[in-house]
C-alpha cells in the first residue's frame, strides 16, 4: 500500500522551515527520501533504517519512528535550489518486499526569494 | 564512480507499435536493477524489479514486459502500445538493498 505524504504542498520564503511527513500502514524496514525537480529524474536524499535512527547532512534531516511506521522530512533554513517535489519510498518489513520501493504521491515544495 | 544511463531520452510512438528501452549501468557489479513509471504529476510505480541475470519480478500485471540479459543491462519492452503507457520511465539501480540511484528517464508519449 502506497504511503501517505502530506502536506500535498508547502510554499516558503528562503530562510524558512518546512516539514514533510511521511505515513505508512505496514511494518517498514527502511524510509528513503527523494527530491525531484520538474521534467528530471528523482535524486537520493537519504535513507533510514529500523531502529529509530535520525540522520541528517547541511540543512536537511529526516527521522524514523518505527513504532508508528512515519518518517518526517527536516528543511530548514529553506534555500532556493529546495524547491522540487519530494517523495518518500518505503521498505516493508516483510521478506517479499525486499528492496521494493512504494513510493508516496508527493510533496509539492516551492521556495520564494 | 557509477553512472546509469538510459535511452531513448524521448519517444513518440503510435498505438499499437512496439518499445524497447533500454538501461545499462557502469561502475558496479550485480546491482538490483528497476523500471519505474512516473504518469504526468503522479508519484513512482514500480513495474519490474531485477536482483540478477534473467530474474525478473512483474509488480503490475500489464502489457509490458522486462529482460536482464546481460549483468547492468535492463530491457523494458512492449509488443502493442497503449495510449495508457504514456508516461516518464525511469530506470534505477541499487547496490542490494539501500539506496536507489535513477538514471535520466525516457519521455513517452504514445499517440
Known amino acids: 500500500q502506497q504511503p501517505v505524504q502530506s502536506p500535498q504542498a508547502v510554499i516558503l520564503r528562503e530562510g524558512e522551515d518546512a516539514v514533510i511527513n511521511c505515513s505508512s500502514s505496514?511494518?517498514?524496514?527502511?524510509v528513503h527520501w527523494y527530491r525531484q525537480k520538474h521534467g528530471e529524474a528523482p535524486v537520493f536524499l537519504m535513507i533510514?533504517?529500523?531502529?529509530?535512527e535520525q540522520k541528517g547532512h547541511d540543512k536537511i534531516s529526516a527521522s524514523f519512528n518505527e513504532k508508528k511506521q512515519q518518517s518526517s522530512l527536516y528543511l530548514t533554513a529553506s534555500q532556493l535550489s529546495y524547491s522540487g517535489t519530494y517523495f518518500c519510498?518505503?521498505?516493508?518489513?516483510?521478506?517479499?518486499?525486499?528492496?521494493?520501493?512504494?513510493f508516496g504521491q508527493g510533496t509539492i515544495l516551492t521556495v520564494h526569494p | 564512480s557509477q553512472t546509469i544511463h538510459q535511452w531513448p531520452a524521448t519517444l513518440v510512438q503510435p498505438v499499437g507499435s512496439p518499445l524497447s528501452l533500454e538501461c545499462t549501468v557502469e561502475?558496479?557489479?550485480?546491482?538490483?536493477l528497476y523500471w519505474y513509471r512516473q504518469a504526468a504529476g503522479r508519484g513512482l510505480q514500480l513495474l519490474f524489479y531485477?536482483?540478477?541475470?534473467?530474474?525478473i519480478s512483474s509488480e503490475v500485471p500489464q502489457n509490458l514486459s522486462a529482460s536482464r540479459p546481460q549483468d547492468r543491462q535492463f530491457i523494458l519492452s512492449s509488443k502493442k502500445l497503449l495510449l495508457s503507457d504514456s508516461g516518464f520511465y525511469l530506470c534505477?539501480?541499487?547496490?542490494?538493498?539501500?539506496?536507489?540511484?535513477f538514471g535520466p528517464g525516457t519521455r513517452l508519449t504514445v499517440t
Open positions: 534505477a539501480w541499487a547496490p542490494g538493498r539501500g539506496e536507489q540511484y
Open positions: 505496514k511494518a517498514l524496514y527502511s
Open positions: 533510514l533504517l529500523k531502529g529509530g
Open positions: 519510498g518505503t521498505e516493508g518489513a516483510g521478506g517479499t518486499s525486499y528492496g521494493k520501493l512504494t
Open positions: 561502475g558496479t557489479s550485480n546491482p538490483n
Open positions: 531485477s536482483v540478477g541475470i534473467g530474474q
